[in-house]
């Protein structure tokens, strides 16, 4: 619990008000929260990829199928999104997400996807379900849940900002709103709601999906929110770790000075 403290700590001393200081914040944390965001959901995605794409936008020598560099540039519109949106301040409405998930998913919907009339950007139409415990709303029921759960997290107050997105991640993953890429979607809202409320961002390592999986299950199963907030808490520390190890040699060396 102390390093997460130091790490919000250290993340409110930037002050970051505008998405140029929130890019400079972010400078390699944005290639690496793309690509363990997407090789959670697709085993093919490698971090030498994704960073061939963020820094140059393209890659050279890819063998790899198309859907998967499709993928990995998506990643790279929705941080250009994520950006663009925080220093507008623009808050997290449906028309938002919607933007999100389209800018996750466009180009990568399979056929059976389009056949039965699915689109990116837009809820599902179809009975799309995840999860151990098979969870998801009635498509009928989507865009009701969707506009309830956001409402629900309108003045936010800083000190609650990761239990509100724990909250809302739990909730959005819970609901299932559309027919691919709400993991991502998911993720990249959650940490949007982090940022606007002064809070690091995290990454929610790949290496770690088992017990991020656990996480989201004690919701769905009991409505237990705690056992996400405590892995947010850990993901934190884990995403801003060496970052803190300088700060502390640099507050050790003045001290000794």
């Known amino acids: ?64 199928d198309l859907r998967t560099l499709f993928e990995i540039r998506n990643a ?22 919607k933007e999100f998930q389209y800018r996750l998913t466009q180009n990568t919907y399979d056929t059976r996807r389009y056949q039965l009339g699915e689109l990116p950007g837009e809820y599902k139409r179809h009975d799309f379900v995840t999860g151990r415990e098979e969870v998801g709303a009635a498509p009928e029921d989507v865009a009701e849940e969707m506009a309830e759960l956001l409402a629900e997290l309108t003045d936010v107050p800083a000190e609650k900002a990761l239990i509100a997105a724990a909250y809302f991640h739990a909730k959005f993953e ?31 390592h790949e290496e770690d999906r088992k017990a991020y999986y656990d996480a989201l299950d004690a919701w769905d199963a009991r409505q237990e929110l705690e056992p996400l907030c405590a892995f947010l808490r850990e993901q934190t520390v884990k995403t801003w770790e060496k970052q803190l190890e300088r700060a502390e040699k640099r507050h050790a060396g003045r001290i000794s000075r």
């Open 1 to 64: 619990m102390e390093q997460y403290k130091k790490a919000v700590a250290m993340w409110q001393e930037k002050n970051i008000s505008t998405d140029a200081q929130l890019a400079e914040a972010l400078n390699g944390h944005s290639i690496a929260f793309a690509y363990h965001s997407g090789k959670i959901e697709n085993e093919n995605i490698t971090y030498h990829d994704t960073r061939e794409i963020f820094e140059h936008d393209g890659v050279t020598s890819y063998t790899g």
């Open 76 to 97: 790279k519109d929705a941080n250009e999104l994520f950006l663009t949106a925080f220093g507008d301040r623009r808050p997290l409405d449906e028309t938002l997400i």
């Open 174 to 204: 819970n609901i299932h709103p559309f027919a691919d890429g709400n993991g991502r979607t998911g993720r990249l809202a959650m940490n949007y709601i982090l940022v606007l409320n002064s809070h690091p961002p995290i990454i929610i």
